[in-house]
């Protein structure tokens, strides 16, 4: 295979006015990759790619999941992991609350960043959450008030913000009311979830905007894209023309889809940041440590990472 090294590798830089200085990778491959994952990993090796994905450089780094283990026995040892957790200084590392009984579970092992997450479909609410699309945000509004009673921000997570595996098209209308009733509820950031990858550029600056007519601000809002159909960059360059700041991604693209037949799930941090890179937007991330951290994943779980920059590196 073709090895290249060192700045060589990097893509060329050229900036585009009108876009972002810098941006916030949001990493999600410890919980969201791994949740998604068939293989369940030893605690030692979840801790150590946590601590890999930290000296990369990453801001944030989504650590575990307080998701019944019933429900994801891949993130089972939430409790033992986040007390074991060597948290480097500057880093955030936020953990998934499903309700009140996770909360308490995430507070005893000193978590000091929560993500909750809603639906906005009925159908994915009622397969997935077992609930309503309104049960859902009332099961999240007293980890949320909770949690910021003790000076705890909150993410929310909207699931299905562009297309569901049951109902189909989601009007943008459906994303954008969740969204201004989880700011109301006191959210730090809404992340919008491409949850089966099927949004399209044209689709995501629709869903922004109604977003925005809802009343949320655009430095509110955060993207979580799936490459599923080959989609996620185009969707991220189209989310940076809107002013969008934070994107989510999943190193090696950890996870794949469980509501298609694909590999492909997460877009991958390294095609994410090869992309910001290229248009010299900061990220302080180094991209070598990052796909190395994800070669020496892959070689773990004994399958490649479907990262195209990954394979491309070869290293
Ligand atoms: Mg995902």
Known sequence: PRTVAGMD?????????GLPSRVSVY???PRDGLQAEKTMLPLPVKLELIDRLGETGLGIIEATSFVSARWVPQLADADDLMARLQRRPGVRYPVLVPNERGLERAMAVGADELAIFVSATETFAKQNLGTTLD???DMAAPVVRAAKREGIQVRGYISMCFGDPWEGRVDPAAPAAVAARLLELGCSTISLGDTIGVATAGHVLAVLDRVRAAGVPRDR?????HDTYGQALANVLAGLEAGITEFDSSAGGLGGCPYAKSATGNLATEDLVWMLDGLGIETGIDLMKLAATSRWLAATLGRPSPSRVVAALGI
């Open 9 to 17: 590798a990097l893509p060329a830089v050229h900036p585009r006015p």
């Open 27 to 29: 990493e999600v491959g």
């Open 221 to 225: 809002i955060a993207l979580h894209l």
């Open 135 to 137: 049960g859902a945000i």
